[in-house]
């Protein structure tokens, strides 16, 4: 199995030396069995560690580090590892991350969702953030809430989060190097200011020349990443003008202003049930 060719400057094990003796070299372009197996391994080399997440980014991303995802209640963010490297297609990280969820000590919610667009010249990587040592993944399945759970039901903004302690401040993240200085985030979650009616929005949807079946999957699901996915892609792209591609880019530019993603996770469950009564009418016909 060949390590990384990637410079990955960012990587740091932290504190894995203490829970692994040798945190493992990531694997360049693994398959899903060689991958597998390094994930199983885990349980084996971390006795103490009884449950992880899994995630995909890009080199330079440090989204395995940012409290908002991994809470530090629950999540031991300095130890988390980079699993392999060098992935240059959607397609092999979305298998490689989902052969990861489904081992048993996943503590994933749901099923893959890439947040980017990935390619030879931004490759991703594929990493795990342990829980912290000690918790079972029945206590944490007990007592975890996201971030942005306790925010709806406290009613309170980022800011006022930051003050109770929900998640760390911009100046300690700062100082343990898990923000830059000057640069700010900016986010990469759908923005879809679009107003229309909603049946009418899902007819241009359903014709908009997207593949059906791919398209009954993303909604069968329970939220909104399998869609976000199967559609980003065609929001990032820029088709030959008169292309069946430029069709569609097209049509899905209706549906959203945004590049990352169709739609908020919100407005996907209010449309699911009209989807399928619309799929099953078109069936009828």
């Known amino acids: 199995m060949a390590t990384c060719t990637t410079e990955m400057p960012e990587i740091d094990f932290g504190k894995v030396g203490s829970i692994l003796g040798v945190a493992p070299v990531p694997l360049s372009d693994p398959s899903v069995g060689d991958l597998v197996t390094l994930g199983e391994s885990l349980a084996a080399r971390c006795p103490n560690i009884k449950g992880w997440k899994f995630g995909v980014g890009s080199t330079k991303d440090l989204r395995r580090f940012d409290p908002v995802h991994y809470d530090p209640r629950w999540y031991d963010t300095a130890s988390s590892l980079v699993l392999a490297c060098d992935v240059v297609t ?23 969702g890439l947040p980017c667009q990935y390619s030879a010249s931004s490759p991703a990587i594929i990493y795990a953030v342990p829980l912290n040592e000690g918790l079972s993944i029945a206590d944490f399945w007990a007592t975890h809430k996201s971030y ?5 039901e406290l009613g309170i903004g980022k800011n006022k989060a930051r003050e109770l302690g929900i998640i760390r401040t911009l100046a300690q993240e700062r100082a343990m190097g898990l923000r830059d200085p000057v640069a700010v985030y900016i986010s990469d979650q759908p923005t879809t200011h679009v107003h229309m009616d909603d049946k009418k929005w899902l007819r241009i949807l359903l014709d908009s020349g997207l593949n059906l079946s791919a398209l009954d999957r993303a909604m069968e699901k329970s939220s909104n990443g399998r869609l976000n996915t199967l559609t980003s892609p065609i ?8 292309s069946t591609e430029a069709s569609l880019l097209k049509e899905l530019q209706k549906l959203t202003s945004g590049k990352s993603g169709l739609t908020s996770n919100e407005k996907f469950k209010r449309l699911k049930p009209m989807y399928w009564e619309m799929r099953k009418s078109a069936t009828r016909v």
Not at 235 to 242: A, E, I, M, N, V
Request: aromatic share 2%; proline share 6%.
């Open 148 to 152: 942005y759970i306790e925010r709806q």
């Open 235 to 242: 929001l990032k792209s820029t088709p030959q003008p008169g």
């Open 90 to 112: 959607n397609e092999k990280a979305s298998s490689l991350e989902q052969c990861l969820i489904d081992l048993d000590i996943s503590v994933n919610h749901n099923a893959s």
